[in-house]
């Protein structure tokens, strides 16, 4: 038993060690077009067994959808980030769903402002946050978990606007938080 706490400490140390390097790190994206269905694939596929029994999965991809202008390892990174945080928010269990689309404008909104972008929407059932902490969610450090460095979404926003996208939460106390990631097409101007 003290073996296996040993292990989870280390795994703990190693994982806050990952966090602190990647965010004092100053990244050069390296943006190539990039088929967005099968990167987020790749991503997800690794969690599927491992989250049988606790979370259901989805993923839920527009087709046919255009290829992305992104630099594959930042975009990763970002997503297992946001996912990461969505399955803490979930300790019971519950429904993580990722759906990728072309993005389109706000009701009312610019249309060139959704134009040649892609939306990752990463969904969870969980706790949710309140106004206030909604407010803080990307400020280095800040976390609503007992554990962890609050870098994670951090990194996520800074990875995804480094690829010239952009980053914003939706949340609500007891219902729940959707974290979209909206990413360059291939070809189109960032």
Request: proline share 6%; aromatic share 4%.
């Amino acid at each position: 038993m003290l073996f296996r706490s040993i292990l989870s400490q280390v795994t703990i140390l190693r994982h806050i060690s990952s966090e602190f390097s990647s965010f004092a790190s100053s990244p050069t994206a390296r943006p190539e077009v990039t088929d967005l269905a099968t990167l987020l694939e790749e991503v997800v596929d690794p969690y599927r067994t491992g989250l049988a029994q606790r979370v259901t999965l989805g993923l839920d991809v527009q087709r046919p959808l255009p290829p992305a202008f992104v630099d594959r390892t930042l975009f990763s990174r970002a997503l297992t980030n946001v996912m990461e945080n969505a399955l803490h928010a979930m300790p019971g269990g519950g429904s993580l769903s990722i759906r990728a689309v072309v993005a389109t404008p706000p009701v009312g909104g610019d249309a060139v402002l959704a134009n040649g972008r892609i939306s990752v929407e990463v969904s969870d059932t969980g706790m949710g946050m309140d106004a206030d902490a909604l407010a803080r969610i990307f400020e280095p450090y800040f976390s609503t978990k007992a554990t962890g460095t609050g870098l994670g979404l951090t990194i996520a926003k800074r990875n995804i606007e480094l690829l010239g996208g952009s980053v914003g939460v939706r949340s609500e106390r007891g219902h729940g938080t959707t974290v979209t990631l909206t990413v360059p097409v291939a070809g189109a101007a960032a």
